[in-house]
């Protein structure tokens, strides 16, 4: 006798031993046959045969309802899926016999928090013991279809083809239409989260797109191709992602920290799998940070947590993640929220990939200190304070700290999508930092006025300036010497000191400074940016690069830099000992509020802290 249960009511069996987990029977029939399954438990340990489904779920608003029963055949019921998961599980069908497969929304009972976390703790080995694993990207699209014929020829060539004219040069390449590749990559599957360890963990794979096939090999290999054809300009994480392994003790929270940062793009619909869909990634690596998956606790809870880990490992470089507001209730402003999607890498966590060993672009303040080195908890320069009041999580955080100044004066915003900064803005408000003395504005003008040495700008912030190292702003980039003329700091700033070609940098301000906004005068900018060498155009890249997302502020105490778009007038701009970059914060509640990192032209390689004692800074609580 079968006993039918409630729709609200899961279907399978319970889960009882540590290794167990449930597969699924997509019983057989015809596209237009209702989906029917039979799930059933099986071990780890007795490698059973089945396949493994990687797809997004899509839209939890949109759900049809399935036949689903245990292998018995005693309890039957309804399970409610994505529209996503019915139109994966048709094209996995067959018609004439079952097909053993795992699917997370089918084989975990979502609603048992319980029943997550410990499948969690299983996902590598059901990946990776799966026979196969199929990669469902949806149905098929006007120019899927082609995509997938042009990843297979590029992939295995056909050498029979024969080109329609072999005396034309053009004729003789094999081109796709680019817009057919991006479309096929900009499908939801290849920003999701969880799929990182799925494609990643397997040892065979196989993509379904509409009712084409092709190896999941064949689609990682136009990495390859595209390094020198260039055909798509953003290749997705997932196929450009590198295998990381463990060298220290250090460097294993630093690659956990990679990671995250790395595939803080990657969309999630719950907030806390942005951290638990990578773990088990980075176990099959072998790197295994002290973090359990337990969806008991509120995403406030879990990135609170993460970082308090990181910071015991790593220290206080972490807070260069933090990007943009949280609205996660109650998360600490020193907590990054993964959740948030940025735009553009963090200027500080040493974006030469050598953090463990010293070496980073900027080092503002002064020599690096690894808490994981230390002897002892109370050696570390900064505390970590948890508290607790009527049911609510919190934490902050107490470290010294040197104010380097008010911020007087803050610029326009650069939109992450801009074509051209404010420079115009920028610059009015920059001139007002160090005006230029009428007779010499003529033989500035070309880059701009603004030349001061260090030490002039010394003479007038006043008695504060004699704790400050000297030293001139004299810069050699390859063979140009662009502060042989004092320096000028607006341009320096707006590339973050990133000077190669000075030449390219003054003339790409310029240009900047001149355009009105205007889409008549953006034009004659971009085809002056086509007609550049490529270094040269890496060049005035480098300068949207620093300043996308960012915004001009000018400091009290005399100095010039770029700030988060979040950053206002008022704001405090603090150097912590140790770390690379300086931060913007904002007192609030006998403390202050960590707005984010910043860059400050003449202090990034530590001109201000060096040479300063603990007399010098104060104590801060960062909320």
């Not at 950053?567 to 770390?579: K, N």
């Amino acid at each position: 006798m079968v006993s039918i249960i409630p729709q609200s009511e899961y279907p399978g069996l319970p889960l009882s031993l540590e290794d167990e987990f449930r597969l699924v029977d997509i019983q057989p029939g015809k596209p237009e046959d209702p989906i029917c399954c039979s799930l059933f438990t099986t071990r780890a340990r007795d490698s059973p045969k089945y396949e493994a489904l990687s797809y997004t779920w899509g839209s939890p608003d949109d759900k049809k309802s399935i036949q689903c029963r245990t292998a018995a055949g005693d309890r039957a019921g309804h399970l409610l899926v994505t529209q996503n998961c019915v139109s994966a599980l048709r094209r996995l069908r067959l018609e004439d016999s079952p097909r053993t497969v795992w699917i997370d929304s089918i084989c975990i009972d979502q609603n048992e928090v319980t029943e997550r976390n410990h499948q969690l703790s299983l996902m590598a080995k059901i990946y990776t013991q799966a026979e196969q694993v199929v990669i469902h990207l949806g149905e098929a699209s006007e120019d899927s279809d082609s995509a997938i014929d042009w990843l297979r020829q590029i992939d295995d060539p056909d050498f029979t083809y024969e080109p329609l004219n072999p005396y034309e040069p053009e004729d003789r390449i094999i081109r796709p239409e680019i817009h057919m590749l991006e479309s096929l990559f900009n499908r939801p599957w290849f920003n999701r989260i969880w799929v990182l360890q799925e494609a990643v963990l397997s040892k065979s794979a196989v993509v379904y797109c509409g009712q084409k096939t092709i190896s999941w090999d064949a689609v990682k290999h136009f990495k390859q191709f595209n390094v020198s054809a260039k055909w798509v300009e953003n290749l997705p994480y997932i196929i450009n992602r590198r295998q990381m392994t463990p060298i220290d003790a250090v460097a294993v929270e630093f690659q956990v920290l990679t990671e995250l940062l790395r595939a803080r793009h990657c969309e999630a619909t719950d907030p806390r799998d942005k951290i638990y869909a990578l773990l088990p990634l980075l176990s099959n690596e072998g790197i295994n940070p002290d973090i359990i998956p337990d969806y008991g606790l509120s995403p406030t809870h879990v990135y609170t947590a993460v970082a308090t880990y990181l910071l015991n490992k790593i220290g206080l470089e972490l807070l260069s993640a933090i990007k943009g507001r949280s609205q996660l209730a109650g998360l600490p402003s020193w907590v990054p929220d993964w959740s948030i999607r940025i735009q553009s890498p963090p200027l500080g966590l040493g974006r030469k990939q050598r953090f463990w060993s010293r070496y980073r672009d900027f080092r503002a303040g002064g020599e690096f200190v690894i808490p994981g080195q230390t002897r002892a908890q109370d050696t570390l320069p900064f505390t970590v304070k948890e508290v607790a009041h009527d049911g609510t999580f919190s934490a902050h955080i107490k470290t010294k700290a040197f104010r380097l100044g008010k911020i007087s004066g803050i610029g326009d915003p650069c939109p992450h999508n801009a074509d051209i900064p404010p420079f115009r803005q920028w610059k009015t408000l920059a001139s007002t930092l160090f005006p230029v003395e009428e007779e010499h504005e003529a033989q500035n003008e070309s880059t701009g006025g603004l030349q001061e040495t260090v030490d002039e700008i010394r003479a007038k912030v006043g008695p504060g300036a004699s704790k400050r190292p000297k030293s001139t702003v004299t810069m050699v980039c390859g063979n140009d010497r662009l502060a042989d003329k004092k320096g000028d700091l607006f341009v320096y700033t707006v590339v973050t000191g990133n000077v190669v070609y000075s030449s390219v940098v003054e003339k790409a301000v310029q240009r900047f400074v001149e355009d009105d906004g205007s889409e008549a005068s953006q034009i004659p900018v971009r085809k002056w940016l086509k007609g550049l060498p490529p270094s040269y155009k890496r060049q005035v890249e480098m300068i949207l690069e620093a300043c996308r997302g960012r915004r001009i502020l000018i400091i009290d105490a005399g100095y010039m830099g770029l700030a988060p778009l979040e950053a206002e007038s008022g704001d405090l701009v603090f150097i912590i000992p140790g770390v690379s970059v300086p931060f913007v914060m904002r007192a609030e509640n006998s403390g202050f509020r960590l707005v984010g990192e910043c860059y400050v032209q003449n202090v990034m390689d530590g001109e201000v802290i060096e040479g300063l004692d603990t007399s010098q800074m104060e104590e801060i609580i960062i909320h």
